[in-house]
């Protein structure tokens, strides 16, 4: 979210541009509306040319208070505190335990049983409209060859075939929550669609929703991306504030570490990785993945086949292919600003 902490002056001056503020919420965060919670998720990433304006902590700080607005807390007794609030830094580790996610989640499919509520759109719906229809452009433009890519063979074709281009793709959705996303995939024409989270209620709650909006085609799985144990690769990943969680984790640098060798794994040679979060620009996650290329070729992994081990030699793992420029942005402090980034990287 690489987000900020306003004067009070400066905070009313820059709250013109959020769609909710976040007081609103929290004021009566036992009664608001799935949408409301899913408003409050919205955070602001600041792009520049020099990354980030926030240290770590800073930013681990004001990541978990927008991620904590998001979703239904319980009181503070719950967490054995004396406190009115947990603290940040108590905050950024329970956002990044499964723990928490677990209690979370049971929440929300107690919430749906009871009363047919979906659940948190994380982001917003809005950012997840923007992130399918993006990423079916992608996908579509990698199929026709107008992308350089190595997943499959297709040659241009008219638009009439995107439906075509798309059933081809296998969906790996990683940290799915409720599932949502692999549903409004599905509408686009993808067919090959798997969901994963490592809270068991998140996939009981993904699975309900599937099957009363008649998404059976949908597969869903209880794993940890960081163990994962699946034995397949996809060639299309979607992550939409997973990697953000991981982050929060106490031990968040180790866990992206981990992250990133899992998503090699997982992601076919050519295949495309598209990340949303609200914790970091564009430019940092490219340089995260700079980073992880530069640490792979220091210490090469042995390769699953002969031909990963003639890329590896040559190529990094992962290469920059594109990202969202149609999010709302807004000046302040000389940066261009907005809530949230979305990045597509290829695997050689």
Known sequence: MAGMRLSPEESSEANQHLSAPLHQLQTGREVASDDDRSVAADSWSIKSDYGSTLDDEQRHADAAEALSSAVNFRPASDYSSDKDEP???????????QSYWDAAYLDELANF???????????GTDVMDTVI??????????????ILNHVGEAKSQPVEQDDKYLSSWSVLDIGTGNGLL????????FTDLTGTDYSEGAIDLA??????????NIKFLVDDVLETKLDRQFQLVM??????AIGLHPDGPIKRMMYWDSVSKLLAPGGIVVITSCNHTKDELVQEVENFNQRTIATPQEPNTVKDQETHKDHPHFRYLNHVRTYPTFMFGGSVGS????VAFQRN
Do not use: P
């Not at 549903?183 to 686009?188: D, N």
């Open 87 to 97: 603290d940040a830094d108590a905050m950024t580790s329970m956002l990044g335990l």
């Open 113 to 123: 049983r009871e009363h047919g509520h979906v659940g948190e759109i994380w982001f």
């Open 133 to 146: 229809s993006w990423t079916k452009s992608l996908c579509i433009d990698v199929s026709q060859g107008h």
């Open 182 to 189: 692999l549903q409004e995939l599905s509408k686009q024409g």
């Open 207 to 216: 699975r309900s929703l599937a099957d009363r909006d008649g998404f059976s």
């Open 239 to 244: 992550d939409k504030g997973t990697l953000d």
């Open 339 to 342: 809530r949230v980034a979305t």
